[in-house]
Structure formats: C-alpha cells, structure tokens
C-alpha cells in the first residue's frame, strides 16, 4: 500500500479529493514503475483535483501532470532500478494515474532521464510550466528574437516566472505583464528589467496596429491581451503561445499583424513533444535556468495542501512553481 491524492466521484457526480492508501494493483498498465519524489500544481491539476474539466476519463483518479523520481522496476531495457527520471505529458495525471502518489506506472517512452545538473526536487520546481517555458524560448529562438524587449504575459504564474528568468539569463530585457503590481520585486529578482500593468493590455482597441515594440513574446495569457499584443509586435518577430489563462478568444483586429508586419504566432504543446525535444529541453534547462532564481520561484507543499492549492491555480492566486514532496 501507499500514498495518493484520490479523487473520487460520488453518485451524485459531485467530486471529492482526499489522501489516501492505495494499492499497487491499483496502478495502470506499464512498464516502468517509478517511486515518485516530487510532483507539481499545474492549472489543469486544478481542474482534475476539482470537476475533472473534461479532462478525466474515470474515477477513482490520482491527478499530478508531471512528476520526477526513482525507478523502482522496469520491463523495459532503456531504464533500470535506481535511475534518475521525469515525466511531464502524454495527459498522465489526466486519463491515467498521475504524480500525486508514492508511486506511478508508465510507459518508458513517457519518461526522459533526469539530465546532469538537476535533482529531482529541482526537476519539478521546472516541472511541466517550466518545460513549457524551455520550449517556448526554443521556438523563439528558431525563428529570431528581435533587438529590444521581449514580452512575458502571466509573468508571475509557474511558466511566466521561468519564461523571465530563461529570457533575462540569455540576456534578453524583459518586459513582465502581471495582474499583481505587489509581484514586481519578484519578478525584478528573476530578471525582468521593466514591468507592465495587465490592464495596460487588456484594453480592446480598433486600431489595426500599434507602435512596434516587442522583439518577441511568450503569451500564457492569450484573450484580449494576445490580440493587443498582437499589434505591438516588432515587424518579422514571434509571439509563444502557450496558454489561454486570460481566456480562449484572441480579441481585436487580427489579421493585420500577421500581413503587415509578417508576424508568427507559435503554438506550443508541451504534451506530445517528440523524445528528442524533450531531451533537448530538459539539457538547456539543466544549462540555461539559473538555480537560486529557481529557488525564489519555489512554494513548497505536500498531497495534503493540494485541495486548496488546486482552487487557488484556477483562480490565477499561485505565485511561481508549488513544489508537492509526495512523501512528506
Ligand atoms: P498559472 O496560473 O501559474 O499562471 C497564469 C498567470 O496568468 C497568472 O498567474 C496570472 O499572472 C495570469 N492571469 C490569470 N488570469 C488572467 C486573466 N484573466 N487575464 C490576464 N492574465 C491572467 O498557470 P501556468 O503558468 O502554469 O499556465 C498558464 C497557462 O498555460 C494555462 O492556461 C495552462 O493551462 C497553460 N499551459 C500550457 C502548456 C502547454 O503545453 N501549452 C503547459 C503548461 C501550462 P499575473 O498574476 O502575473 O498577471
């Protein structure tokens, strides 16, 4: 037996979260079993801790998208007791048991080893916010960040706080856009050289365009603040989508920017990323990431706190990365 976050459905369809004991026969097919260390709060967490959103397929369910740990047993030869590993994705946590227990199982093309540089603790102050952020800069870069500042929206949530201090370590300035004016040192301490008011950018406007100013943008807002920011951005730069915080429609007049101004707007997916990509950016985190800005970042908590903590994401009131120590 073990410990879990359990969420169960009543006859009623009403859903209630409690810690629990389960037993390992419990667990889904697969064939690495992982003793999970640590695991995170991330907005769909808040969903399948809550109602599910759609998102869950049956229940009983152990909600927790993303996890890092210990291999305990492995049928499959590219793991083996002992090694070091992540997993973010492939809607674990969502349609299968997640990271919100002592132990996970999960098919070996789902894990990716922990790279050098990065404990397991520090895995999931990363986690799949931070992953996400990593991949975003990466699309950036591919296309070209443009001289002047880049733009990070949701700036003080979990894949804004690590898009800053990515951005600020490269050397890029970075423009943070954050609801919370009472977050600026925070944002200040990870790297970002000025601060901008969401309301500043949540104004519809009808003019087609604005005046140029983003060199390049990872948007985890999307709403009426993408469709603003739209019309800022510099001629040939590149906005990150990565989320929809702010809500699902991109307001405004949008067909300018991408005609006028030869615009991209990138769409990120952190679920499904090919092996090698998530490798790939899991090594520049390892590299890129400056540690004690991490640790700024870091909220810590155990299963226990995640009720609370998962009405709090939905409601955008977590600050940074929750770090969940599942065996505490
Ligand atoms: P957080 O809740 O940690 O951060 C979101 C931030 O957005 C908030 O902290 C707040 O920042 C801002 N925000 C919230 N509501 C509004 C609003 N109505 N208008 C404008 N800004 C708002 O979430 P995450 O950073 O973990 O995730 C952000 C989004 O990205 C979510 O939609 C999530 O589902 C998605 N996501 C997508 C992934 C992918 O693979 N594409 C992976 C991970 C997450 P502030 O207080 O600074 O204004």
Known sequence: MFKALLVEKNDEGKTSASVTEVSEDQLPEGDVTVAVEYSTVNYKDGLCIGPGGGLVRSYPHVPGIDFAG?????????????????????????????????????????????????????????????????LAVMALEDQ??????????????????????????????VAAVTGRPDQADYLKGLGAAQIVAREDLTEVTKKPLEAEQWGGCVDAVAGAMLGRVLKQMQYGSSVAAIGLAGGAAIEGALITPFILRGVNLLGIDSVMQPYDNRVRAWKRIARDLPMDKLEAMVQPATLADLPGLGRDILKGQVKGRVVVDVKA
């Open 70 to 134: 210990t291999v305990e047993s492995s049928d499959d030869d590219r793991y083996k007791p002992g090694d070091k590993v992540v997993l973010t994705g492939w809607r674990v946590g969502e349609n299968r048991w997640g990271g919100y227990a002592e132990k996970a199982r999960v098919k070996a093309d789902m894990l990716v080893p922990l790279p050098d540089g990065l404990d397991t603790r520090q895995a999931m102050a990363v986690g799949t916010a931070g992953l996400t952020a990593m």
């Open 144 to 173: 070209g960040i443009k001289d002047g500042p880049v733009l990070v929206t949701g700036a003080a949530g979990g894949v804004g706080s690590v898009a800053t201090a990515i951005l600020a370590r490269l050397g890029h300035e």
